[in-house]
């Protein structure tokens, strides 16, 4: 156990305890709440991997649990924000296809067992787990303030991110195939 791994638990925790305040509190001071976890949670997703790097601490459980820490809680704060801002068309379908692509890719390298150590973590896929974290936050900020100007900035950048996520996991697809057809 590094310190580098200790923040990618403290992220799995923050996923799975960032929609109790909620069932607590109105919408705008469980939104606060939110957007202070979900901020720590971003910023620890830069830290652990850089800390790693620069102090030589990478390891296979980091290596394993980093990408399942990102999934986690942007699934999870996606279906909080769909809870609170409702099924609105906008919404719903980006995140159907950030849900669409993390649970696909998760899948393929499931599947693909020893063979996924193939799938590296590509450019596209930092841009769009950074554009989703982005958009996250705004909405989050944007509920907790209402501020509908900045939602709606929050919703462009989720329409980004939906487009990067789209295209990492076309990519991903094409290339779980190839490690398939070798």
């Not at 890719?105 to 769009?128: N, P």
Request: aromatic fraction near 12%; glycine fraction near 6%.
């Amino acid at each position: 156990m590094n310190i580098p791994n200790i923040l990618t638990f403290f992220r799995l925790f923050v996923a799975l305890i960032i929609g109790w305040p909620f069932l607590f509190f109105a919408n705008q001071p469980a939104a606060m709440l939110a957007f202070v976890l979900f901020l720590l949670a971003a910023v620890t997703d830069f830290l652990d991997g850089y800390l790693a790097r620069k102090w030589n601490q990478v390891s296979e459980l980091g290596r394993m649990l980093d990408p399942i820490a990102d999934k986690v809680i942007v699934l999870m704060v996606l279906a909080i924000i769909l809870g609170v801002l409702g099924l609105r068309w906008f919404l719903v379908l980006p995140i159907s296809i950030i849900f669409f692509r993390d649970i696909m890719v998760s899948g393929m390298r499931e599947f693909l067992g020893d063979r996924a150590k193939g799938l590296k973590v590509t450019q596209i896929a930092k841009w769009k787990t950074a554009t989703q974290m982005v958009s996250i936050c705004i909405m989050l900020f944007a509920i907790a303030t209402h501020l509908n100007t900045i939602l709606w900035g929050g919703v462009i950048i989720l329409w980004i991110a939906a487009i990067l996520t789209a295209i990492s996991g076309v990519d991903y697809a094409f290339k779980a195939l190839k490690l398939l057809e070798n």
